[in-house]
């Protein structure tokens, strides 16, 4: 499923989204996940999290347009498996199928939604990018492919139905209107709230709760990046990024077989063992 956080400004969107990727990151082997953080305040936020190897940051709208653009290709190659497999199974299992699950996570997502004149630079770029994570969000979950929208503004205005529909969790934080807080909610739990960063109604389908998120510091996010990093290229010594966009991909992902990958992990695991 694809989430959506939400809120007025400093209510803990950002916190928020930064703890669902290192609890994403934390619970999940590094060879089951991939990680793109599309940051649109410049990368200024996500920057925590660059030593990991199974994440790679965007932070601006051209790269995110290169980016969406492979995710989709990977999307509909990913359908494109699924609608030729004889095993009746119609959505994909990173830790069974050994496919990584994708999260595309983007702060500040109301970028992409602002209203833009033609006249604009970066029109034609930020159409592309609305259009790509509408296709995302509509057809990406028996892909493994998820979407993590961060944004102020959820309003019907600035964030179209055809997105927030697709959306199954919601978080949402105070919100500064009733408005702001139907969008999300239908209701206007979220414009009741106090006044706490952190505090937040989260919602997934007809199940609302009012929870406190918890607090994440740069320093948790540094250290389990660098843990990660150390454990692939214990793992991994020759092997560079696996990451979509990265040029070696391609190559290395032909050479090596899945079952060459579990065959090697599951050895490399056992030495470490041993050695430990
Ligand atoms: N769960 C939390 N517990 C305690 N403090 C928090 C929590 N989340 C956020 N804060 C505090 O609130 C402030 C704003 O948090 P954050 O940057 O996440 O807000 P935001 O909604 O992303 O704001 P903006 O719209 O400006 O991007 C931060 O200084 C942070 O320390
Ligand atoms: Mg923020």
Known sequence: PHMMIAGATNTGKSIFFKSVLYSLLNSTNYRHLQLYIIDLKRGLE???????????????????????????????????????????????????????????????????????????????????????????????????????????????NIIPTTVTENITGRMAFRANSFHGSNALLQSKDASDLPDIPGRGVWRVGSKKIVVQAPYIDEKQIKSLCQRIKEKVEENHPNKKSSLIGDDVQEKGNKARTNFDNKLQDGQNEKKTKESN
């Open 46 to 156: 996500a920057v925590d999290f660059k030593e990991a190897p199974n994440v790679k940051i965007v932070k601006n709208i051209k790269e995110a347009v290169t980016l969406l653009t492979q995710i989709k290709a990977e999307m509909d190659r990913r359908f494109d498996i699924l609608e030729a497999r004889t095993d009746g199974k119609k959505i994909i299992v990173p830790e069974k199928d050994e496919v990584p699950r994708i999260v595309v996570a983007v702060d500040e997502a109301s970028v992409l939604y602002m209203n833009r004149s033609r006249d604009d630079v970066d029109y034609k770029d930020v159409m592309q990018a609305r259009q790509l994570a509408d296709d995302i969000s509509k057809l990406s979950r028996a892909a493994a492919i998820h979407l993590i929208l961060a944004t102020q503004k959820v309003e019907k």
